[in-house]
């Protein structure tokens, strides 16, 4: 089986071993991202049992989204299922406040849930929902792939929104009553707590999670720079790194600044933009760093990384997926999720243990997004062996989540026909009465 991907400035060939299509799709993705996107993958994850959402824990348990569309509580002694909830599509990034979960999807749908896992509320925005809602005063502030910021009260009661020019994926940071959001029209904002615009600083990337400390701003974005401002929106510094920077949260611990990289780095800078070390890892690194008595952090290269606090490994531990979900350290155990489908539970010193398996084994396909107005093509070659491994695979998965089509994954290609024999004539596999 081949694939072969083409775009205004340049292709690529890739050969890969009969396997699950979503597996396969996934690769291709990472391939393409790699060699062109400039934009957020994960806002396009598809339907797979992969995990995306940073797991919290509270009182032995621990809560959890994935690309399967539930959101899991199991018990952090042994990873036993407690309970599932099933929304409408991948899970974003949960906060727990007060006895509820709260908690988008790509649905569109912002959810309401008790610790018992039954529903409280939801409330529907007009585009997918990745980011970790924050609670401030009462309120939740989140924001939307339809490019607004929504503040919503916690019985699920619109307060006000605000529109801006690209989708939103980042977390919301709310100090001193402002609100300060990232968007993907390369614009951080100020709002204040009426959804009123104070001040806006314009990027040329895509903006991720900010933070506050000691009366200044930082946050990252993919145009390559790492940014600090005052209260006021005035740039007092920027860090170049060789590629764009990941949009999730840096971390700040002792007035050091710790942040990933698409350029296979994890950053220490301090707080005046200085900079200290960089630990390099073999992909992108795509989660923040947890601190604890030494920095925790996933990459791509499918490896959580255990290192001191001057740079130096102390240890690593592989899964078989990317990992995107940042990991949370409590008492001397650390959880975090994988692209391969499973939750892993760690002890400080990097020995497994317990993993928990999502209910689907495959992993979820990233949609390609391009820049503007390029478009994307993959035309797959197939054996007839391999067209047959593809039928019984599409049963399956039909059969897993219950989709009547196999095309309802969004994978964002362009395909140039169904099947591509190998002497150039397309073929359509017969329906099944």
């Known amino acids: 089986m081949k694939y072969s991907i083409g775009y205004s400035t340049g292709s690529a060939q890739l050969e890969l071993k009969p396997g699950p299509i979503g597996t396969e799709l996934y690769f291709v993705g990472m391939l393409q991202q790699t060699l062109e996107s400039r934009k957020s993958q994960i806002m396009n994850a598809g339907i797979g049992g ?66 018992d896992g039954s529903m409280s509320w939801k409330f529907e925005t007009g585009g997918k929902i990745l980011s970790r809602p924050t609670v401030y005063n009462g309120t939740l502030y989140f924001g939307s792939g339809d490019g607004c910021v929504y503040a919503v009260s916690k019985e699920g009661r619109l307060i006000w929104k605000f529109k801006t020019n690209g989708p939103i994926g980042a977390e919301i940071f709310v100090h001193a009553e402002t609100v300060y959001v ?49 209260l006021n929106g005035h740039l007092l510094w920027k860090f170049l790194s060789k590629e764009a920077n990941i949009l999730w949260r840096p971390t700040i611990h002792d007035d050091i600044i710790y942040f990933g990289s698409r350029d296979h780095n994890l950053y220490a ?38 290192i001191d606090f001057s740079g130096k490994e102390k240890w690593r531990f592989s899964t078989k997926g990317l990992i995107v979900s940042t990991p949370f350290l409590q008492d001397d155990r650390i959880v975090f999720g994988s692209w391969d489908c499973n939750l892993y ?89």
């Open 50 to 115: 992969s995990i995306v959402s940073s797991p919290i824990i509270h009182k032995g348990v621990v809560y959890f989204g994935a690309c399967d569309k539930n959101v899991y509580a199991v018990s952090l002694k042994d990873g036993r299922e407690l309970w599932k909830f099933s929304a409408g599509d991948v899970i974003g990034h949960l906060t727990l406040d007060d006895g509820t979960l709260y908690f988008g999807s790509f649905d569109h749908i912002l959810y309401a849930i008790n610790l």
């Open 182 to 230: 990232g968007s993907f029209d390369g614009c951080l904002y100020a709002l204040d707590l009426h959804g009123r615009l104070k001040w806006k600083f314009i990027t040329k990337g895509n903006v991720g999670d900010p933070i506050v400390h000691k009366g200044r701003v930082f946050f990252p974005s993919y145009d390559n720079y790492f940014y600090c401002t005052d």
């Open 269 to 306: 800078v301090t707080i005046d933009g200085k900079f200290l070390w960089k630990f390099t890892t073999k992909d992108m690194v795509t989660t923040s760093a947890v601190i604890g008595t030494n920095i925790y952090f996933g990459s791509c290269d499918n490896n959580l990384y255990c």
């Open 345 to 433: 539970c760690l002890d400080t010193h990097g020995n497994l243990l317990w993993k928990f398996h999502t209910t689907l084994s495959y992993m979820s396909p990233v949609a390609v997004e391009t820049k503007q107005g390029i478009a994307t093509t993959l035309e797959t070659t197939w054996k007839p062996e391999e067209l047959r491994q593809e039928e019984r695979y599409r049963n399956k998965v039909q059969e897993a989540t219950g989709l009547n089509q196999y095309g309802v994954f969004n994978t964002g290609y362009i395909t140039k026909s169904n099947y591509i024999s190998e002497t150039g004539k397309s073929y359509i596999p017969k329906k099944k009465r």
